[in-house]
């Protein structure tokens, strides 16, 4: 009996001592007793649990340390960022964002509509997280306005995964401050409109004064003197287009232009199009095609905005196609919305313009010289005015295809 107590208390201890261990005691430490195997494996014992408590605190320390820079990190950003986990729970958010949140977005365990007053940011955020990377929107999609202070404060938002692949652990939403980007381009379209409405009078002056010179006086100049009246003649008309163009696209933006909606069908759009280019198309031996869905298919819209739309983007493809080559216009039932198409076999786009093409004032090489740059500007303005979008497809040497959208006539059967 009292051999097998000798041989069975030591390993109690050991037993003892490991479940210190497990719990977080790494200072135990098991009797060295005597010089047999059971002492010197007691002796290894302590060692051990002395080391692995070594380790323990290393850890601890960098896991402190790693979290203080990243607190530190998130302090020094200076833009609002919220970090949500798998379930759209705020578990991190750094000082700009509390102050621009408020104290909902301190407590813990909030969801993003809890914090967020817009639903697409959350939207967005969802699917980020679902999808595993965050949907392609342009920046005049991202922009969330808050009201507060009696003032409007504008954010540019954007969302990246944390992790990768669809195994994401959360994601980041950040949002950049530009309220005074905002306003400086509401004060640089305000100077644009104020600045186009005074050249209109001078510019109609001007533009009388040559018709009168050229229509009474050019049979008694030099031929060199009156090719000088008609280059005024034609930069006279050129300015005048693009101060009026310049003044539509700032009423526009400014929402100051009235939008008459109505249903109009899609074959009275395409016909009115083709009446109008009808002549310019067999001048240049171009093949004008027409491809729609149904005969009966009507949009919600403006018509003389609309036509103007399509009469824009098929006055470019006739600039840029050759002879012999083919326009189409075409129109695909998409749900809801009807997408309406002009695509021509010239030479395509430039990559680098693909993105830029619909920005003010940007032509595509030199022979967009020819225009203004605010023909697609204005197109794009006043699709958004009907609540679709615009984009083009094109491949450098296959042709372009100008795609729009617009809401659909949906009739009651």
Same mark, same amino acid.
């Given at each position: 009996?009292?051999?097998?107590?000798?041989i069975v208390? %030591?390993?109690?201890?050991?037993?003892e001592a490991?479940?210190h261990i497990?719990a977080?005691d790494?200072?135990?430490?098991v009797?060295?007793v005597g010089?047999?195997?059971?002492s010197?494996?007691?002796?290894?014992?302590?060692?051990?649990?002395?080391?692995? +408590?070594r380790?323990? /605190?290393?850890?601890?320390?960098?896991?402190?340390?790693?979290?203080?820079?990243g607190e530190?990190?998130?302090?020094?950003?200076?833009? @609002?960022?919220?970090?949500?986990d798998?379930?759209?729970?705020v578990?991190?958010?750094n000082?700009a964002?509390r102050?621009?949140?408020?104290p !909902?977005?301190?407590? +813990?365990?909030v969801?993003?509509?809890e914090?967020?007053p817009?639903?697409?940011?959350?939207a967005?955020?969802?699917? $980020?997280?679902?999808?595993?990377?965050?949907?392609n929107?342009?920046?005049?999609?991202?922009i969330l306005?808050?009201?507060?202070e009696?003032?409007?404060?504008h954010?540019?938002?954007s969302?990246?995964?944390i992790?990768?692949?669809?195994?994401l652990?959360g /994601?980041?939403?950040?949002l950049?401050?530009?309220t005074r980007?905002?306003?400086?381009e509401q !004060?640089?379209?305000?100077?644009?409109m @104020?600045?186009?409405h005074?050249l209109?009078?001078?510019?109609?002056?001007?533009?009388?004064?040559?018709?009168l010179?050229?229509e009474?006086?050019?049979?008694?100049?030099?031929?060199?003197?009156?090719?000088?009246?008609?280059?005024?003649?034609?930069?006279?008309a050129?300015m005048?287009?693009?101060v009026?163009d310049?003044?539509?696209?700032?009423?526009i933006?400014a929402?100051r232009i009235e939008?008459e909606?109505?249903p109009?069908?899609?074959?009275t759009l395409f016909?009115?199009?083709?009446?109008?280019?009808?002549?310019?198309?067999?001048?240049?031996d171009?093949s004008?095609?027409?491809?729609?869905?149904?005969?009966? $298919?009507?949009?919600?819209?403006?018509?003389?905005k609309?036509a103007?739309?399509l009469s824009? !983007?098929?006055s470019?493809?006739?600039?840029?196609?050759?002879?012999?080559?083919?326009?189409?216009?075409r129109a695909?039932d998409?749900?809801?919305?009807?997408r309406l198409a002009?695509?021509?076999?010239? %030479?395509g786009i430039?990559?680098?313009?693909?993105?830029?093409?619909f920005?003010?004032?940007?032509?595509?090489g030199?022979?967009?010289?020819?225009?203004?740059?605010?023909?697609l500007?204005?197109?794009?303005?006043?699709?958004?005015?009907h609540?679709?979008?615009?984009?083009?497809?094109?491949e450098?040497?296959?042709?372009? $295809?100008f795609?729009f959208?617009? %809401?659909?006539v949906?009739?009651?059967?």
């Amino acid at each position: 009996m009292v051999l097998a107590d000798r041989i069975v208390r %030591p390993i109690r201890r050991f037993m003892e001592a490991s479940r210190h261990i497990s719990a977080g005691d790494y200072a135990v430490q098991v009797p060295e007793v005597g010089s047999d195997e059971l002492s010197r494996l007691a002796g290894e014992f302590n060692r051990m649990a002395t080391q692995v +408590g070594r380790y323990h /605190a290393m850890n601890i320390e960098e896991v402190i340390a790693e979290r203080n820079k990243g607190e530190a990190v998130l302090a020094s950003i200076e833009d @609002a960022l919220l970090i949500f986990d798998p379930q759209l729970r705020v578990t991190g958010i750094n000082p700009a964002a509390r102050r621009l949140f408020g104290p !909902l977005a301190q407590s +813990g365990a909030v969801g993003c509509a809890e914090v967020v007053p817009d639903v697409r940011v959350c939207a967005l955020v969802r699917e $980020t997280v679902r999808a595993g990377s965050p949907p392609n929107l342009p920046d005049e999609e991202r922009i969330l306005s808050l009201k507060g202070e009696g003032r409007t404060a504008h954010y540019l938002f954007s969302v990246t995964g944390i992790g990768s692949g669809r195994n994401l652990s959360g /994601a980041v939403l950040l949002l950049r401050d530009i309220t005074r980007l905002k306003q400086a381009e509401q !004060l640089k379209n305000d100077f644009i409109m @104020a600045a186009s409405h005074e050249l209109r009078t001078p510019l109609t002056s001007l533009g009388m004064s040559v018709d009168l010179l050229l229509e009474h006086a050019s049979g008694s100049l030099a031929e060199k003197d009156r090719e000088l009246l008609v280059a005024a003649h034609e930069e006279v008309a050129r300015m005048k287009s693009l101060v009026s163009d310049l003044l539509d696209l700032s009423r526009i933006e400014a929402g100051r232009i009235e939008m008459e909606f109505e249903p109009v069908p899609v074959e009275t759009l395409f016909s009115h199009v083709q009446s109008v280019f009808r002549s310019q198309m067999e001048m240049k031996d171009v093949s004008f095609l027409r491809e729609m869905d149904g005969e009966g $298919t009507s949009v919600r819209a403006d018509a003389n905005k609309v036509a103007w739309v399509l009469s824009n !983007l098929v006055s470019n493809a006739l600039r840029y196609v050759g002879r012999g080559g083919s326009i189409a216009l075409r129109a695909h039932d998409d749900g809801a919305w009807v997408r309406l198409a002009v695509a021509d076999d010239g %030479p395509g786009i430039p990559r680098e313009y693909q993105s830029r093409i619909f920005q003010k004032f940007v032509q595509v090489g030199d022979q967009g010289s020819e225009g203004s740059g605010l023909g697609l500007a204005i197109c794009k303005e006043i699709v958004r005015a009907h609540g679709g979008t615009i984009w083009v497809e094109s491949e450098p040497g296959r042709g372009s $295809t100008f795609i729009f959208t617009l %809401p659909k006539v949906i009739r009651e059967t």
